[in-house]
């Protein structure tokens, strides 16, 4: 079996080299096509980070196995590893935390196991990047989150759930807050969770969550959150273990996968032969057992553990009493323990079942769309205009462009309402949100909206602007702070 590698920057290549070796004394039968990403490209003119030829390879093998890359800072490009995940829909990013005997940490002091598995969310969210200017002391950035990508994360997890024979999944959201985004993500939750009943399914606000996960982490089993969120909680719990070095990577998507570590690329100690390859080495072991070679993952891991457990470390982690080993020592003491089992969490060697790689040769995007349960109706707009006028001018004017089709509801600031009702403690930006609704309640069209638009233009330059929707009798916007 032919996988795409890419060595990546900083300590990438030398922690890559190592693992690989390990990976050949194994007897892996896998081949290595690698490929040309990272800093280096973008300094090459390549402005998404990889040749055309390395995103060809790698479509056409389905799996990338990277070391870590730097995204040059200042220049105007996006990060490479965000890119590769969007760009072939890896959308669940699953890692994997657990206690590492020879890694000391608090929990191990106190006996505390940790095993906890975070599924984030890959693709939508913040991450988009999608951003303005509207005014020029306020910024917007957009926060997508859709039912079909939610569905797409929230399934593998349960899945992933019920094949590691977990008791519980925990969905981590800010839906007290954010209604309708981590709403529909929880929504989906409790949807798929009628599923598999055998799983223990609940949810817990994320900054709750977050005090659970640094107090008892031992109570939670399998976490699924969004993708700011997640990426969050996921680097919390690496800090439950012992840090990123210690913290395997895999996203998943339906035809392409990647792993990776998950750390720095660390410049200031890259070429000195030092840096630990934990991380990549159990996203490696993550990446064999996907492909079938699960008997080869078994040995592999049994040994590093064995490693650790007997107390060698390189200088990053363990005892200091006890001479560090370099990155090839490391290696190689891992490989001299193949056949050795560790005194906890030994892995069962089950049988190699090697999958046959499926090359997708797709004629179009995908498209995902769920079916639309109940009518869509424009119920009004909101109008994002940019003024440091007070709000009962703001209105006064607002309400000139009404018309027959439209009254002003109200008037909000950074999502606080300052008219009809507000407070004079309430400190305003220059850019505010006018909501329109439809003056009897009956359904508008997008020609009067615009209508309004061009109206309400002779006084107010207009940032951006938002229908409000309903389906059925369900409203779908939010009410601002207030109203």
């Known amino acids: 079996m032919k996988i795409a590698v890419a060595k990546g920057d900083g300590i990438g290549p030398e922690i890559m080299d190592a693992v690989l070796k390990v990976f050949t004394a194994a007897t892996i039968p896998l081949e290595y096509d690698f490929v040309e990403m990272g800093k280096w490209v973008f300094d090459k003119g390549f402005s998404n980070g990889m040749t055309p030829a390395a995103q060809l390879t790698i479509e056409n093998l389905g799996i990338l196995f990277k070391g870590p890359m730097e995204t040059p800072k200042g220049k105007g490009v996006k990060s490479v590893n965000v890119t590769a995940r969007k760009t072939w829909n890896t959308y669940a990013n699953k890692r994997v935390f657990q206690t590492l005997h020879g890694v000391e940490t608090v929990f191990s002091k106190a006996g505390i196991p940790i095993d906890v598995t975070v599924v984030r969310e890959n693709i939508e969210d913040t991450y988009g990047g999608i951003e303005h200017m509207l005014t020029h002391d306020v910024a917007l950035s957009r926060r997508f989150i859709t039912r079909p990508g939610s569905m797409q994360v929230i399934k593998y997890a349960f899945e992933m759930a019920k094949k590691k024979n977990a008791k519980r999944i925990t969905c981590g959201h800010k839906a007290n807050i954010m209604k309708i985004t981590d709403g529909l993500f929880l929504d989906c939750f409790y949807e798929v969770a009628k599923e598999y009943p055998e799983l223990k399914a609940d949810d817990v606000i994320v900054d709750d969550l ?254 951006s602007l938002e229908l409000l929707n309903s389906w059925g009798d369900k409203k779908a916007y939010s009410l601002a702070q207030g109203q």
């Open 210 to 463: 977050c005090l659970k996960l640094v107090t008892r982490p031992d109570k939670f089993d399998v976490v699924v959150l969004t993708n700011l969120q997640g990426d969050i909680v996921s680097d919390l719990c690496a800090g439950l273990v012992g840090g990123l070095g210690f913290a395997p990577s895999a996203n998943i998507g339906d035809h392409i996968c990647i792993f990776e570590a998950v750390h720095g690329t660390a410049p200031d100690i890259a070429g000195k032969n030092i840096a630990n390859p934990t991380a990549l080495l159990l996203s490696g072991v993550a990446m064999i057992r996907h492909v079938g070679f699960m008997e080869n993952a078994a040995i592999i891991e049994n040994a590093l553990l064995y490693t650790l457990e007997s107390g060698v470390h390189t200088g990053d982690f363990g005892d200091t009493t006890r001479p560090a080993v370099n990155t090839t020592e490391f290696a190689n003491i891992i490989i001299s323990n193949f056949g050795k089992t560790p005194i906890v969490n030994a892995k069962p060697l089950l049988p190699n079942m090697p999958v046959t790689p499926t090359i997708f040769k797709l004629e179009k995007n995908p498209m995902l769309v769920s079916k639309e349960m109940e009518d869509e109706h424009i119920v009004g707009v909101d109008m994002f205009i940019e003024s440091a006028e007070q709000p009962e001018m703001i209105a006064h004017k607002c309400q000139r462009h009404g018309g027959v089709k439209f009254k002003l509801v109200n008037v909000s600031n950074r999502g606080t309402q300052v008219w009809p009702t507000g407070s004079l403690f309430t400190n305003l930006v220059n850019q505010y949100n006018t909501r329109f609704e439809s003056l009897d309640g009956s359904a508008l069209n997008q020609q009067d909206i615009i209508g309004l638009y061009v109206s309400l233009s002779g006084d107010f330059k207009i940032c």
